[in-house]
């Protein structure tokens, strides 16, 4: 199994930034990609960006490209969001997601494309 637990949000006036971080424990030893969601209330669960085991692959929803950045640190066990430029529709709990079904893969923009969720962590944008 794997489990992931999100950090980092909060509450950040629009233009700011915030960087979340998701660590990982369990089958960290499995080649797998990570991907990052969002929800708001009442919202369907939304694909934010997806990164591959390398990092050599990152792929991007066209609402948050060029100001969200997906990264990784093998090493530390660690996948992050850096998020520059928030605006007030960022608003939302920011998931992680471990797609362990295979290896050396790019992810998906699809949360049935995971396996393992963190539990979340709320960010809060304020115009």
Excluded at 71 to 100: F, G, H, I, W
Excluded at 102 to 112: A, Q
Aim: glycine fraction near 14%; aromatic fraction near 14%; proline fraction near 3%.
């Amino acid at each position: 199994q794997v489990q992931l637990v999100e950090s980092g949000g909060g509450l950040v006036q629009a233009g700011g930034s915030l960087r979340l971080s998701c660590a990982a424990s369990g089958r960290t030893f499995g080649r797998y990609a990570m991907g990052w969601f969002r929800q708001a209330p009442g919202k369907e669960r939304e694909f934010v960006a997806t990164i591959s085991w390398s990092g050599g692959s990152t792929y991007y929803a066209d609402s948050v490209k060029g100001r969200f950045t997906i990264s990784r640190d093998n090493a530390k066990n660690t996948v992050y969001l850096q998020m520059n430029s928030l605006k007030p529709e960022d608003t939302a709990v920011y998931y992680c997601a471990a797609r362990t079904r295979d290896t050396y893969s790019s992810g998906s923009p699809y949360p049935g494309g995971y396996d393992y969720w963190g539990q979340g962590t709320q960010v809060t944008v304020s115009s």
